[in-house]
């Protein structure tokens, strides 16, 4: 059974940094790509940022290009989220998914397998 734990959320004020880490289990890491998905209230759920299996390709959102680096170390299962010059738009719970796809670097949440629970990360202004 896949089990994906975030954490390193939190409350930053805009222009701080966060990393956020996600520690995968019940998988065979290196056969997954990796995403980071937010959702805001009232809104759905996106993607942020995804990694390749490797995690020689990435992908990233306009919004977040220049300021959120994607990075996994398939020896101890985990994924991260670098986040930097963080604006209150940036406001959401982030979730850290798996994915199966023989897509590189999937974009849609219908292409992912497993999710974490979620772990807030809060920006003010």
């Known amino acids: 059974q896949v089990q994906l734990v975030e954490s390193g959320g939190g409350l930053v004020q805009a222009g701080g940094s966060l990393r956020l880490s996600c520690a995968a289990s019940?998988?065979?890491?290196?056969?997954?790509?990796m995403g980071w998905f937010r959702q805001a209230p009232g809104k759905e759920r996106d993607i942020v940022a995804a990694?390749?299996?490797?995690?020689?390709?990435?992908y990233y959102v306009n919004s977040v290009k220049g300021r959120f680096t994607i990075s996994r170390h398939n020896a101890k299962n985990t994924v991260y989220l670098q986040m930097n010059s963080l604006k209150p738009e940036d406001t959401a719970v982030y979730y850290c998914?798996?994915?199966?796809?023989?897509?590189?670097?999937?974009?849609?949440?219908?292409?992912?397998?497993?999710w974490g629970q979620g772990t807030q990360v809060t920006v003010s202004s």
């Open positions: 998914a798996a994915s199966g796809s023989q897509v590189a670097v999937p974009t849609t949440p219908a292409t992912y397998n497993g």
């Open positions: 019940g998988l065979t890491f290196s056969s997954y790509a």
């Open positions: 990694i390749s299996r490797g995690g020689a390709t990435t």
